[in-house]
């Protein structure tokens, strides 16, 4: 076999594993929010900003179609793959080819759900505040 058909024999099995054909280019993140058939996943690159002479971090958030044969195994704080392929919807434009670590191997999302669980809890505690506060009137 040539390269060439060993490579269209790689790309035909992701395309029945995955339901798509993935091609482009492929990113690796948190996921952050896990819906019925999709995920939200993020991750931070470097941007060099010209006017100051330095580097700032932004934040990307990308929406990726999870195959069936993942779904039970992504959950929210797994480090995964998604690769970029045809737009599946309008904010679908990737499909999550393969889970990486695990929530408890993935040091950025164990930080990120702490600060989440802080700012929910913070946010509980000043509306019984409030609450108290307008039961006394």
Known sequence: MTKENKENKKAKEAKIELGVSARGRIFEGTVVKKFH????????????VVKYERFCRKKTRIHARVPESL?????????????ECRPLSKIIHSVVTDK??????????????KKNFEIESNKAKESKAEKKAEAKK
């Open 37 to 48: 058939k999709r995920v939200v996943i993020e991750f931070e690159r470097t941007v060099y």
């Open 71 to 83: 779904i039970s195994q992504i959950n929210v704080g797994d480090y995964v793959r998604a690769r």
């Open 100 to 113: 990486l670590k695990g929530i408890e191997e993935n040091a950025e999302a164990s930080k990120l759900l």
